[in-house]
């Protein structure tokens, strides 16, 4: 007798990201309990399972959720703020002076929501945040059913929201406590980069991550000077540096990334270490080309990120791995150094192993959690189809996703969020626009 | 008393694109007899005119239909097909036998419907088009409602559709008689290259777009070892060569052209040449970056391009502005060479001014051509809004498109084709993919 399930999506074609690449033609997923628990021919898993509801998925691509590795989600409010500018006159003149005014706890709680409504919409399922107030994000959070990484911006100096390093590793504290009953949210600690962390706030932050057993997330040599810095006054790189300060583990994951060394690279590999590639937002910033080709060759673990929407401009991880597909091709003048396919698994499997989560999500295999994005593809620029790879890595955009699933449940159906009022949550956004002279129509 | 109009837009911000790229905050756009007659603020606008149709812009931004300057439309079909390889081995061994045994009437007339569906449901109003059968394309064109520039591929060696290069310069000929009475096509000279045309052939083609006064349009240095092998072989480089051969005018635009020193910048310049820049398909390829930053300082005429969606994938003028915008940022490690208003400059009335056409289309000015875009801001990704321009170059995609005119007519509306059935022309792509071992589901 077919066993009775929660949900099936019937007749995909599901591109797994497992270990073999399988990509599944006309198949048929069956999930229960939060979990994938069957991935198989479609006429097979309609004998073998009677679903409480049905998702007809043809013309359909089913991936594993995307991960957005770093970012800085609230930041969607100083989108298109200030651009084409030098990393340090826009931080300085531009995003500092306008977080030091605006950010609080109203503020967080709207931006956060615009964020994640955009990440939804656009495939991505599971995102890891560096921004203040996350104790703030997470209540918001929980209502629109996204899955994220949290945690408290370490850093020497005071910020809009707290008064010393001590307070922030306070509230760190605090907000992996407060984490550890949740089922979709998770803490982690982050130091926010070598050259604004004292080496003592560093090891405390290491130490934390150990304690607690959470992931740490750290920026690491997204500029030429900072690597410089860290250089005269250590005597030796970030990676180095932080290597001694213990606080690269198989627990940390480092952002950028750009400006390291063949040796830093078998530090990083040799502590299993992650490295998050935010392309867009490099390119944007004239920041530095993170060496991916190298690291993948090396088996080091990488994901990928937007970074904020500050520096991006949107939170669209299609946008990312299309960007890094082609970016490194250009970069090594080689067509070969990064594939389609490996440009998919940095968006998904990457992700999950940076966090530790590969045995939960990233792929679409059996006993996983069933976070799990449709795409639409009744659209001019996804046909013809020879290569599913190719065309979500060359083709595909955020808007050709259709229908969002995390954990089982139904997140986004025909393009609608069901968690939330995607109206109300745009109207905000306009109106607090208009404190920063924002144009309204 | 009112003056009568065919159409008005009303309430939109109007991104004109003019000199000083002005934009207009709650602007009312007035057409009639396919040209915009007035554009101003929206209550003036309605006080002035009576609409025959009334389009409401509430929360939707207006810009000039974008120009793709140089693609391969029918190559839509083998999208795809086969990526992640040099440019050689891609030619070779994948796109010249699928196009030696599948390119015929059939095959173009179905594949440059899907093209010009792709490019007018993302903004696309006016395409340059170099690709096989051009006088087939264009009946299929004339239907659709999209404008175009079509050329005859002139080669040295037999083509999938002509025995010798006199064939072609004859099927060029006719196709610049066949098109002379068309509103919305244009027919151009186009020698495929200067490793592929002989010199005699260039001569003819140089010859033919002066007598016809039509424009010509060329391959120019993409690959390095293009302008190596004409130095070896000619003694000057690709562009000296050219210039040389009195191929370079005020009617000639050169695709890619990534391989040119100062001295070839010097040759465009006072031939008043225009370059068309490809970045996604350049990055892809990994064939070379475009020196727009030099060019663009020096006055050259700089239009954007997708090249074919074979070595793309898509024709999408969004991701080739974003693109813009952030490659040449980070190639010269500068993020202020190059703004988010030249890449939409180059989109629009760089393309306009490549073809001549500059006094009829390319921005949102008073007796131009009523070829505009509609995009909806009413998406997580486009709130808030601060700087219509970065929003535009940074945050914008060809999925936001809502509607689209041409000459005055409405041709998407609501993010639907009023001119065909997009359905059967996917159904079609999907029919012929199976000849290529395509995927259907």
Redesign the interface.
Known sequence: MPKQIDLLIS???AVTVDKNFS?I??AGIAIDDGKIVDIEKNEDVIKAYRARKTVSA??KIAIPGLINAHTHAAM??F???A?????KE?LENHIWPAESRYVNAEFIRNAVK?AA??ML??GTTTFCDMYFLPNVAAEVLEDVKIKAILGVPLLDFPTPVSKSPEEGLKNAQKLIESLKGSSRLMAAVMPHSPYTCSSGLLKQAAEMSKEYDVPLQIHLAEEKWENEKIISEKGMTSVAYLNDLTVLSEKTSAAHVNWISREDMEILKEAKTGVIHNP?S?????T??CPVPDLLKMGITVGLGTDG?AS?????MF?EI??A???H??A?????V???KQALWMATMGGAKSFGLDKEIGSLEINKKADIVLLDT????L??????H??L???A????VDTVIIDGKIIVENCNLLTCN??K??NK??L??KK??????
């Open positions: 007749g995909c074609l990509v033609e006309n043809k013309n969607v409010y989108r298109g703020l651009d084409d500018l030098p990393l826009w615009l409504i955009e919409k656009s867009q490099n390119m944007k910033l004239a530095g080309i929407a991006n401009n949107d939170l669209d946008g299309q960007t597909a082609r970016l091709k250009i090594r003048k080689d067509p070969t990064i594939s389609a009744n659209k001019p620029h046909v013809p189809l020879y290569d599913a190719s065309q890595a060359y083709s955009k955020g808007s050709d995607e109206e949550i745009l956004a306009r607090f626009s920063l002279k924002g144009i309204t129509f």
